[in-house]
Nanobody
Framework: QVQLVESGGGLVQAGGSLRLSCAAS????????MAWFRQAPGKEREFVGV????????LYADSVKGRFTISRDNARNTMYLQMNSLKPEDTAVYYC????????????????????WGQGTQVTVSS
């Protein structure tokens, strides 16, 4: 059974940085696109960014472009989200997710295209 476990969340001041990790167990991590989503209180879950299965391509939401960086280490079955210049509006629970289809060259921004999700990690940015 495939499981995803996020870690690295916490409380940080505006302008600070955090690095989130998403560790996968089971399955073949290196064959799947992986994404980060987030959900703030009272808001819908929103796309943050995605990295393709090889690690060669990434896409980001406009709201985080230039501040957040996604990477992956397929040898360690782990994906990362480096978050810099954090803003209070980045406060949310952050989730990692695995795409439904393996070896997919199309990187989706839609949550419905991802079928394995982690439990989430809280990120709080104080002003």
């Amino acid at each position: 059974q495939v499981q995803l476990v996020e870690s690295g969340g916490g409380l940080v001041q505006a302008g600070g940085s955090l690095r989130l990790s998403c560790a996968a167990s089971g399955g073949t991590f290196s064959r799947y696109n992986m994404a980060w989503f987030r959900q703030a209180p009272g808001k819908e879950r929103e796309f943050v960014g995605v990295i393709n299965w090889s690690g060669g391509s990434t896409l980001y939401a406009d709201s985080v472009k230039g501040r957040f960086t996604i990477s992956r280490d397929n040898a360690r079955n782990t994906m990362y989200l480096q978050m810099n210049s954090l803003k209070p509006e980045d406060t949310a629970v952050y989730y990692c997710a695995r795409s439904r289809q393996s070896l997919n060259w199309r990187m989706s921004l839609q949550a419905s295209e991802y079928d394995i999700w982690g439990q989430g990690t809280q990120v709080t940015v104080s002003s």
